[in-house]
């Protein structure tokens, strides 16, 4: 079976400082990695996702990922944390099967001016 | 697109009642699916549809819990009778057929029985 694992419930980062939202995943097969964020009150808003290629992948808003397959990670990246990054994120997997995406918990980023 | 449009955004009802939650998919997606989520225990996948047809409803927490897709372009979740433990945001998702794709998301329906 699928999972994901967000060990952070919390992540606090003074503005301007690089941020790392920590994922890994266990999955049969080849990964299908997703982030997405969640504002206050409003839907999970997707970021990013790996599917094949190469290892870094970038997204909105200026957020990155690394997937790592040795590790089994997935870790949500931005150079320099904004104010506005502060919400819930979240880590989704799935596999080669075309089977629904299976979320972490979430880690709430507070991002602190 | 409007995206994916759920309705109503915030319920509220009383023990007992019974409760529809509406979904409206991006156009020509394959996939929906309903989710709900609590503080205890994160984002649950309640059941999914493809082709209209229902693939798997292991998530539903019980027979109160029934969902429908009756065409492309429309899904229902009622719970009859509702009880407070209900209470939670629902979402509703919908995305193409494939791997590669992202799912997209509602509002969410936030449900509060008293």
């Known amino acids: 079976a699928q999972s994901v694992a967000q060990p952070e419930d919390q992540v606090n980062v003074a503005e301007g400082n690089p941020l790392t939202v920590k994922c890994t995943y266990s999955v049969s097969g080849n990964p299908y990695l997703f982030w997405y964020v969640q504002y206050p009150n409003r839907g999970l808003q997707f970021l990013l996702k790996y599917i094949t290629g190469d290892n870094l992948v970038k997204g909105s808003y200026g957020f990155e990922a690394e997937f790592n397959k040795s590790q089994t990670s997935f870790h949500l990246k931005k150079p320099s944390a904004l104010v506005s990054d502060s919400a819930l994120y979240f880590c989704?997997?799935?596999?080669?099967?075309?089977?629904?995406?299976?979320f972490g918990k979430g880690t709430r980023l507070s991002v602190i001016a | 697109d409007a995206g994916v449009i759920q309705s109503p955004r915030h319920e509220v009802t009383e023990m007992g009642q019974e409760v529809t939650l509406r979904c409206k998919p991006i156009s020509g997606h394959d996939y929906l699916f309903w989710y709900r989520q609590t503080m205890m225990r994160g984002l649950e996948l309640l059941i999914y549809f493809n082709n209209n047809v229902p693939i798997d409803d292991s998530g539903m927490p019980e027979d109160r819990f029934s969902a429908k897709m009756p065409n492309a372009s429309f899904s229902t979740l009622k719970i009859q009778p509702s009880e407070p433990r209900d209470s939670a945001v629902y979402f509703c998702?919908?995305?193409?057929?494939?791997?590669?794709?992202?799912?997209?998301f509602g509002q969410g329906t936030r449900l509060t029985v008293v």
């Open positions: 998702a919908s995305s193409l057929l494939g791997d590669g794709y992202e799912a997209f």
């Open positions: 989704a997997v799935r596999d080669e099967r075309n089977t629904p995406l299976v």
